[in-house]
Nanobody, 121 residues
């Protein structure tokens, strides 16, 4: 009922930049918090950044000052601008949409399929 499609991952050298996008689609009336999480090989999934519907943001300490999360409510899309990338940022990045209100009146949480970000040294 809710599909999240991510794009923008890839391979970049240390110090470079990437921009991730995630668009939510389906029978959506309203999307609540949106966020990005990542999972490196052998590690647990961790929070990268979240953004509330009206713009309040939260960042992991490791990305504060380098990454910027934003959203376009009209497009049900969330973005992650990643600057000054480091090899330790290498991971699969997942998009999350929380408290998605459907036209049916139900709420859903949804995850994207993930997009690979690889930072070479």
């Amino acid at each position: 009922q809710v599909q999240l499609v991510e794009s923008g991952g890839g391979l970049v050298q240390a110090g470079g930049s990437l921009r991730l996008s995630c668009a939510a689609s389906g029978s959506i009336l309203r999307v609540g918090d949106m966020g990005w999480y990542r999972q490196a090989p052998g590690k647990q999934r961790e929070l990268v950044a979240t953004i509330a519907r009206y713009g309040n943001t939260n960042y992991a300490d490791s990305v504060q000052g380098r990454f910027a999360i934003s959203r376009d409510n009209a497009k049900n899309t969330v973005y992650l601008q990643m600057n000054s990338l480091r090899p330790e940022d290498t991971a699969v990045y997942y998009c999350n949409a929380g408290n998605v209100l459907l036209y049916s009146g139900h709420f859903r949480d949804s995850w994207g399929q993930g997009t690979q970000v690889t930072v070479s040294s």
